[in-house]
């Protein structure tokens, strides 16, 4: 075994994968390139391909096929490294990018400075088959609020306006409400509403179902009140594991939910947040956060602190405190997932140590 390792370590292939095809690069120990080429991204040529060579270090960028593929080279005995795209910059801002340069450079950052990749750790085929089924409902909910919207600033231009009401029942509602001018789209543009609704129930029973018969974790974090099937399912499938970080409080940052950092000198400009992680879920946590802040919220420690927040006065000072719940309820979901214990809402000073103790201890 030991030796096997030790020979992973003198090859090393950069992978640029294309939709089509993908170009390769072999590099050996000293930096010599052995051998390019192109292969058709299909499972097929590329396993072929893996298992005809020795054991190597596979080094490829994320993207759409980057999860199946890698989980293939490492299933055919390679040590694979996903590089963070985002954070790669001499590849993608690189004035002469090819395909075939690219390759030789992830090759070559992946033979000496692996570090300078910022490896990403895709999650197994399971979770990925259930994060696909979420943003599939997500995909649902965005088609069906573009056909209301525009049915709405349609009716505007008329002179008219429509009545506030769910979408969920927007296209019942709205029947036999629209202007003479576009009395014809009313049969069709309802219809296709109503019908983007009934699919977006069937996926919510799906996800709910889905959660309770593979991932009856999800019940811890739906003590919160605020948090449902949706958010809990998929904050369980994007982590995937309770032993991912160290420290609870990284949970925020990896979600992308703490200000980026520009420091210069004795500059320190206050920024945004950074936006990194999984768009989904970091949006899901926004919304229980505007949720628990909201009339309905459950009086809680965690509601508590936002208040004060929100109390701070200030242009943002509502924005900034529901971004700050989010983060804290991402903290806090972690560690009732890794511990495995009962919520309680009024815990008095639980809030300062739940960010600084590591997230299996108290």
């Known amino acids: 075994m030991a030796e096997y390792i030790r020979k992973m370590g003198e090859r090393t292939m950069g992978l640029d994968l294309g939709d089509k095809n993908s170009h390769y690069c072999v590099l050996d120990r000293e930096g010599e390139e052995i051998e390019t080429g192109r292969v058709a991204t299909r499972a097929g040529a590329l396993e072929e391909k893996f298992r005809s060579m020795g054991p190597t ?3 490829m960028e994320t993207g759409t096929h980057s999860p199946w593929v890698s989980r293939l080279a490492e299933g055919c005995g390679h040590e694979v490294i996903v590089a963070n795209a985002r954070k790669v910059q001499l590849i993608s801002q690189n004035r002469k990018k090819r395909d075939k340069v690219d390759a030789e450079l992830l090759a070559r950052l992946g033979r000496s400075e692996p570090e300078l990749l910022y490896r990403v750790r895709h999650r197994g085929e399971e979770a990925q088959r259930g994060l696909v089924l979420l943003k599939s409902r997500e995909a649902l909910v965005k088609a069906r609020t573009e056909l209301i919207t525009h049915l709405r600033g349609a009716v505007k ?14 296209h019942r509602r709205m029947v036999g409400k629209l202007p003479r001018g576009l009395a014809g789209l009313e049969g069709w543009m309802l219809e296709m509403i109503g019908k983007l609704t009934e699919q977006i129930q069937q996926l919510d029973r799906a996800v709910e179902r889905l959660g ?11 003590q919160v009140k605020g948090v449902g099937p949706l958010t809990s399912l998929a904050y369980v499938l994007v982590l995937e594991d309770t032993e991912r970080f160290e420290r609870a409080r ?3 940052s990896y979600l992308g939910l703490c200000p980026a950092l520009d420091e210069s000198g004795e500059q320190s400009p206050q920024l945004r947040i950074s936006k990194e992680g999984d768009q989904m879920l970091r949006r899901l946590l926004v919304s229980c956060a505007q949720y628990i802040l909201g009339p309905k919220g459950q009086d809680s420690d965690l509601r ?4 004060k927040l929100e109390g701070r006065g ?32 009024l815990r008095g ?5 739940l960010e600084a103790a590591p997230a299996g201890t108290v």
């Open 304 to 307: 508590r602190w936002g208040k």
């Open 57 to 59: 270090r596979v080094v």
């Open 250 to 252: 990284a949970v925020g």
């Open 314 to 345: 200030g242009k943002h000072a509502k924005k900034r405190a529901v971004v700050a719940v989010a983060r804290k309820l991402a903290v806090l979901l972690y560690v009732l997932w890794s511990r495995g214990e009962v919520y309680e809402p």
């Open 157 to 170: 231009s008329l002179g008219s306006r429509l009545e506030p009401c769910s979408p969920e029942c927007f």
């Open 212 to 222: 309770e018969e593979k991932y009856p974790e999800t019940e811890l974090l739906r």
């Open 349 to 353: 000073s639980w809030m300062k140590s």
